[in-house]
Nanobody, 118 residues
Framework: QVQLVESGGGLVQAGGSLRLSCAAS?????MGWFRQAPGKEREFVAA????????NYTESVKGRFAISRDNAKNALYLQMNSLKPEDTAVYYC??????????????WGQGTQVTVSS
């Protein structure tokens, strides 16, 4: 079992920035960020392979968000810039095998709320 704990969410004005962190009990999986807005299904945001060499982003966040990881710290990050009200959601950290190809994870955190005001 993999434990994942997100942090860094909060309330920010449109155009602002936030950095999400995810503390993991292991770094041996591909990892990613997903989000779920009220009344909507959970959607993929960004993912990164174990080595960090390959990343993938959903189109709506390209150029604004950056995913990274530090395997020495078992940590995953999501730097979010130029935030928009439509980025408001609960953000979940996920880990799993072939996460990028499958677009889903095997292990999930509890989520952290991100609210962007207009």
């Amino acid at each position: 079992q993999v434990q994942l704990v997100e942090s860094g969410g909060g309330l920010v004005q449109a155009g602002g920035s936030l950095r999400l962190s995810c503390a993991a009990s292991t770094s041996r999986y591909s990892m990613g960020w997903f989000r779920q807005a009220p009344g909507k299904e959970r959607e993929f945001v960004a993912a990164i392979t174990w080595s960090g060499r390959i990343t993938n982003y959903t189109e709506s966040v390209k150029g604004r968000f950056a995913i990274s990881r530090d395997n020495a710290k078992n940590a995953l990050y999501l730097q979010m810039n130029s935030l928009k009200p439509e980025d408001t959601a609960v953000y979940y950290c996920a880990a799993g095998l072939s996460l990028i190809a499958r677009m889903t994870g095997d292990y999930w955190g509890q989520g952290t709320q991100v609210t962007v005001s207009s």
